[in-house]
């Protein structure tokens, strides 16, 4: 995609325009609907919002719970570039918009064009990984 620079700050405001403009090229707008499955796509949500849920398979009924809803500015999907194509969770738009998307194919590529700041994409990610998790076992901490 072409370089955007309102994406680029409410997206990846941790790199330079110069960085940003390589990453772009690695990158797909994909506008989506109420109802559309972006399970398979590590994102960035530029407009709308997306449910996380985690499928329950263990009974015969399927229901699934949700544990997030995703607005503009975070994303959601990161395991998708560390490879884990995982079928337990689900991402759902449940407000039009679009994201920015990245597949593990996309994310290997800009690896090879710019290690330094695909590391540092991926240091972004973990520290806010770091700080949902820290956010839930607060939460987990009061319901025990």
């Known amino acids: 995609m072409d370089y955007n620079k309102e994406i680029h700050n ?10 940003a403009k390589q990453l772009f090229t690695h ?24 449910d996380v849920r985690c499928k329950d398979t263990g009974s015969k009924i399927y229901r699934s719970h949700l544990l997030a809803r995703i607005a503009a500015g ?3 999907g990161e395991g998708i570039l560390l490879g884990d194509n995982s079928s337990f969770f689900e991402v759902v738009g449940v407000r039009e918009g679009s994201v920015v998307t ?11 064009v710019d290690n330094a700041n ?11 990984v770091h700080k949902r998790l820290g956010y839930v076992s607060a939460r987990l901490v009061h319901v025990l």
Request: hydrophobic share 55%; proline share 0%.
């Open 74 to 76: 975070s994303f959601v």
């Open 102 to 112: 990245m597949t593990r194919d996309a994310f290997e590529q800009y690896l090879q």
């Open 27 to 50: 990158l797909v707008l994909q506008e989506f609907e109420v109802g559309d499955d972006l399970s398979s796509v590590f994102c960035f949500v530029v407009a709308g919002e997306l």
């Open 10 to 19: 409410s997206c990846f405001s941790f790199l330079s325009d110069f960085a």
């Open 118 to 128: 695909g590391i540092l994409l991926l240091k972004n990610i973990l520290s806010i």
